[in-house]
């Protein structure tokens, strides 16, 4: 079964900061996907970045970044000059490649919150 | 482009009281449905997923129900609540083999 462990259950950064999420997966498919999900207090899941694990490249998205490390099976979320506007739950997802549903699970998220 | 809608937008009900939350998907045709739960604090949880018209997978065992009357439009409903039915509803959509879902704004459900 696929697990997605997120052991940061909240997260105090400096404003203008670079932030890692941490994010550890568990699974024996060998395709598969990973993502970062942002919530905001209003509650919408706002997509932020997806990484392949067949992606040679990590992928980034702006000030986005997933540090992908396929042998460690851990998929962190670096985020380079934190905002205000950065402040929410981040979530850790994974989809299940094989499922004709693409189905995904999701971790349990970090808080993050940005200090002026 | 595509769009998602859930109503309401937050909901009071007595346990014991039916229950119909409502999500509607514009601009695609034949997306992947989802209905995911999320308790205060914690991580979303699939509740039910709908490849087609009136095909619906049930993940966890409970006393809610899913439907998928059309094709871009998915009703999560139950006859009687519980105080454990209380969270954040949250419906998303896919393309059919497709790489991320969307998600649409939320229902807030409180049980009381």
């Known amino acids: 079964a696929q697990k997605i462990t997120q052991t940061q259950p909240g997260m105090f950064v400096q404003e203008k900061e670079a932030v890692t999420l941490d994010c550890t997966y568990d699974t024996s498919d060998q395709s598969y996907g990973l993502f970062w999900y942002k919530q905001p207090s209003s509650g919408e899941m706002i997509f932020l970045i997806y990484q392949g694990s067949y992606d040679e490249q990590n992928a980034t998205e702006g000030r986005y970044s997933l540090n992908f490390q396929k042998a460690r099976k851990s998929a962190n979320l670096v985020i380079s000059a934190s905002q205000l506007g950065d402040s929410a739950m981040y979530f850790c997802?994974?989809?299940?490649?094989?499922?004709?549903?693409?189905?995904?699970?999701f971790g349990s998220g970090t808080r993050l919150s940005i200090r002026p | 482009s595509q769009t998602i809608h859930q109503w309401p937008a937050t909901l009071v009900q007595p346990v014991g009281s039916p229950l119909s939350l409502e999500c509607t998907v514009e601009?695609?045709?034949?997306?992947?449905l989802y209905w995911y739960r999320q308790a205060a604090g914690r991580g979303l949880q699939l509740l039910f997923y709908?490849?087609?018209?009136?095909?619906i997978s049930s993940e966890v065992p409970q006393n809610l129900s899913a439907s998928r009357p059309q094709d871009r439009q998915f009703i999560l409903s139950s006859k009687k609540l519980l105080l454990s039915d209380s969270g954040f509803y949250l419906c998303?959509?896919?393309?059919?083999?497709?790489?991320?879902?969307?998600f649409g704004p939320g229902t807030r459900l409180t049980v009381t």
């Open positions: 601009g695609t045709s034949n997306p992947n």
């Open positions: 997802a994974m989809r299940d490649w094989y499922s004709s549903a693409s189905k995904i699970i």
């Open positions: 709908s490849v087609g018209i009136g095909q």
């Open positions: 998303a959509w896919s393309v059919r083999g497709g790489r991320e879902q969307y």
